[in-house]
């Protein structure tokens, strides 16, 4: 979208620029010790863990801390408390549809939290399937726009499975489905093309375009859900002029 960036653009930059590691490693060894409990130790065999640990990759999280949170999961390094999965969804202010990825050891406790947080916002936690509707689970993989030409770019992955190539903030984001994730990635490694961030993203249909007023509430939500301890990801449907991120 022209002119604009959306939360997942917003999210990485502004994160980058805020520095909170110690609370992004936590929950990043949440996610893997939860994924090594499900479905065991070998990322080669559980693709829940190898999503998990490319996200913890991204952030650049330590390899020691990474291999402990595994062990952790397999029980290697005894007992730990059991963690529910949960997907929570809602609007924010002005019709913005918002998803909120959970792993917690108590989901009462989260429910009653997480709708809090919506409704000191301006917003409301609906019910299940509300919005998931508005969004399409897809692997999403940025590299940096000096790497490599567009259409060089293009070439290499369209037949690896990309479904969609274009620039935001100066990377190129490569859309694929989830079955095509890791056949794109390896080509990039292949041809030694860094990649500067992989997951499994919930990909927004439609946007919704905010202007800087209206962004400033929206934004504040979506903080105060990343900042909860229980929240692993959150998306949502709605872009702001590019500008606005310097102001933030």
């Known amino acids: ?73 397999t029980g290697a390094l005894g007992a730990d408390a059991v963690l529910y999965e949960c997907l929570y969804e809602g609007y924010g202010s002005n019709g913005v549809a918002v998803m909120a990825e959970i792993l917690t050891d108590n989901k009462n406790r989260t429910a009653a939290e997480i709708r809090k947080v919506f409704e000191m916002s301006g917003g409301n936690l609906g019910e299940s399937g509300c919005v998931a509707w508005m969004f399409q689970q897809k692997g999403v993989i940025t590299v940096n726009s000096g790497e490599i030409e567009e259409d060089e770019l293009m070439a290499l992955v369209l037949d690896a499975g990309c479904d969609d190539l274009h620039v935001e903030g100066g990377k190129y984001e490569i859309d694929c489905e989830i079955k095509d994730y890791n056949n794109v990635k390896k080509v990039l ?51 702001l002029p590019e500008g606005f991120l310097s102001e933030l």
């Open 189 to 239: 490694q292949d041809e030694g093309i860094k990649i500067e961030f992989a997951e499994i993203s919930w990909i927004p249909s439609t946007l919704i375009e905010l202007d800087e007023a209206k962004g400033k509430k929206v934004i504040s939500l979506m903080e105060k859900l990343e900042n909860h301890d229980d929240v692993q990801n959150v998306y949502a449907n709605f872009s």
């Open 1 to 73: 979208m022209s002119g604009h960036s959306k939360w997942s653009t917003i999210k990485h930059k502004k994160g980058a620029a805020d520095a909170k590691r110690g609370k992004i490693f936590s929950k990043l060894a949440k996610a893997i010790t939860s994924a090594a409990r499900q479905g065991g130790g070998n990322p080669d065999m559980n693709l829940k863990l190898q999503y998990a640990i490319d996200s913890a990759k991204s952030e650049n999280m330590p390899k020691d801390n990474i291999e402990r949170a595994v062990q952790k999961g």
